[in-house]
């Protein structure tokens, strides 16, 4: 599918709402800043662990939209009453014309009002699919916290399996915990 701001991929119907499932616009800085910054405010298990000011948010959807546009990048936002209430960002390679363009990376999370209701699984496979089509990618390539059940559970329904784990590679609020690498093959 060809990239176009804001535009609308898919749309679900969860209790009675509307969720949707679309590119980024650059009207969204806003939005993903108060969305990444609630992940913070709970100590998600990510990787950011300071805040976002709307400058940093802005600079980064910038340069998003326009890898977005290039096409070496596949962001989808989760719109949920007007307010982005989740992200999933799929990368080719590791490093841009690289020998790593078989290989894509993904990470994605969502706003903890709206976990658990089968959202995550949607968008993760939506921007896996699209990946698909879009790159010759061989595999998806991804990694959780160790102490993380929920995105545990979510790699494994996607069909993504273990292939390495650091030990203590993760220091989050002074606790240690492996980081588990995982991969999807297509
Ligand atoms: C990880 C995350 C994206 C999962 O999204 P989600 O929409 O809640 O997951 P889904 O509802 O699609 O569930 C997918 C599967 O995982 C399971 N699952 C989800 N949350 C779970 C939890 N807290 N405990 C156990 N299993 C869980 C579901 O039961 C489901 O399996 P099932 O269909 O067999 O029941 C979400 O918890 C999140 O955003 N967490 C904070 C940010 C984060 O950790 N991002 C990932 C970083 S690697």
Known sequence: MQF???????TLEIDGKKVFLRFLKKEDAQGCMEY???LIDEKAQILLQEKKTLDDEKIWLEREINSNRLGSNISVAVEIEGRISGLCSISKGLVEHHATEHVASIGFGLHKNYRGMGIGQALASLAIDMAKRAWNIEM???SYYSKNIASAKLHEKLGFVEVGRIKN??????SY???VIVLKKL
């Open 140 to 142: 998806v390539r991804s």
């Open 4 to 10: 176009e701001e804001g535009k609308i991929i898919k």
């Open 169 to 174: 590679g993760i220091k989050m609020w002074d």
């Open 36 to 38: 990444l910054n609630s």
């Open 177 to 179: 915990s492996d980081e």
